[in-house]
């Protein structure tokens, strides 16, 4: 039986979060979930999702950049603020290999993410470039 909703909801803000640590640690991944959970308790439904996108983004981190760097319209990836870049993840991740998460509701789920963690301009960009991703994996094109 899949996780809940808002089970899943609270497994991204928390994947969110350790992937932000990661990033500005660059320690290894499972090193940093098992410090992360030590200072975040968390229920197991949200704690399962968000080990399951929290180790998927970082074994397909190139891949996911890869297409997210070329959905950027005007903007280069070292623009991109680590909390987008890992909602981007996280999202495009979910499309591609998370298969009882359609598209869109990746999508929408990364815009409420970045609403309560991003700045308020955010949620245009994150939007933007997840519609592009979603267009170009609908076209077969990712």
């Known amino acids: 039986m899949p996780p809940r909703p808002a089970s899943r909801h609270r497994g991204r803000e928390r994947a969110l979060q350790c992937l932000y640590g990661i990033d500005h640690t660059r320690y290894d991944c ?3 979930l098992e410090d992360f959970w030590n200072q975040m308790p968390t229920k197991p439904g949200p704690k399962d999702y968000a080990e399951k996108l929290v180790r998927g983004v970082c074994a397909h981190r190139e891949e996911l950049d890869r297409h997210i760097h070329g959905a950027l319209d005007n903007w280069t990836p070292e623009r991109v603020g680590p909390i987008e870049r890992n909602v981007l993840r996280i999202a495009l991740f979910e499309m591609l290999h998370v298969g009882d998460v359609p598209a869109r509701v990746a999508i929408n789920e990364a815009i409420e993410v970045v609403k309560t963690f991003g700045a308020p301009e955010a949620t245009r ?14 076209e077969g094109e990712v």
């Open 125 to 138: 960009f994150v939007n933007g470039v997840l519609d592009r991703l979603r267009e170009k994996l609908e």
């Open 30 to 32: 499972e090193e940093v």
